[in-house]
């Protein structure tokens, strides 16, 4: 019973922590209000996180450790090339097909929030979120060009297989403004992954073939 109570005190502070941040930033949130809109005392986040800047990082840690843990369990599985890549979008699009959940508009709002007004307390934490996922895919296109380790050049493959999907999440609204179909309900989604995986597939070749010459 304890443990529920636990749990259930360090969830609802997560989710109004995540609330009063993208209302108002960083600088600006208070423990007292995050603690009232939880139904919890102070000394909750003293005891669940430390410190406010710790709730800040715990609450932009959740969403991509969810992400990472789905991505890296179905990565460890024998799966084709074109299994594992659209594994890794559909983690990758995620937000975006929840995209009318409360909670993801949140966060994406607070996310955009800290691009344009940093905290300066999350440091390395997202990169360290995201760095699963990151080796994961390395893991994945090593195997695929038959290298032990990865070099720049896979480094720089990498990158630009996560930013063909990141552009939908960080440009939705541009996306909405010129094309909303694209993202429009789950059908246009699922062919979204499709054609990302396809993309992919076609860019992991070039660099095959720029290897074999």
Not at 76 to 83: A, C, S, V
Not at 91 to 117: K, S
């Amino acid at each position: 019973m304890h443990m529920v109570d636990h749990d259930d005190t360090r969830m609802r502070l997560l989710m109004a922590a995540t609330e009063v941040f993208a209302e108002r930033g960083y600088h600006a949130a208070t423990t007292r209000e995050i603690c009232r809109r939880a139904n919890a005392n102070l000394a909750a986040i003293h005891y669940h996180f430390g410190d406010k800047a710790e709730l800040y990082r715990e609450v932009f840690r959740l969403p991509f450790l969810e992400q990472s843990s789905g991505f890296g369990a179905a990565s460890q599985e024998n799966r084709t090339l074109d299994e594992a890549l659209k594994q890794f979008y559909r983690a990758l699009m995620a937000p975006i097909v929840d995209g009318d959940n409360v909670m993801t508009q949140r966060f994406m709002r607070l996310h955009a929030r800290e691009e344009v007004d940093p905290s300066g307390v999350l440091g390395d934490v997202v990169a360290q979120a995201i760095r699963p996922n990151h080796e994961h895919l390395k893991k994945i296109l090593c195997s695929e060009l038959k290298v032990d380790a990865a070099d720049a050049d896979i480094e720089r493959l990498v990158f630009c297989l996560v930013g063909m999907a990141m552009i939908f999440f960080h440009g939705k609204c541009v996306v909405n403004a010129f094309c909303p179909e694209l993202l429009h309900g789950e059908e246009a989604i699922n062919s979204m992954i499709e054609k990302l995986a396809a993309y992919a597939r076609n860019l992991i070749a070039t660099e095959a073939a720029s290897r074999s010459r």
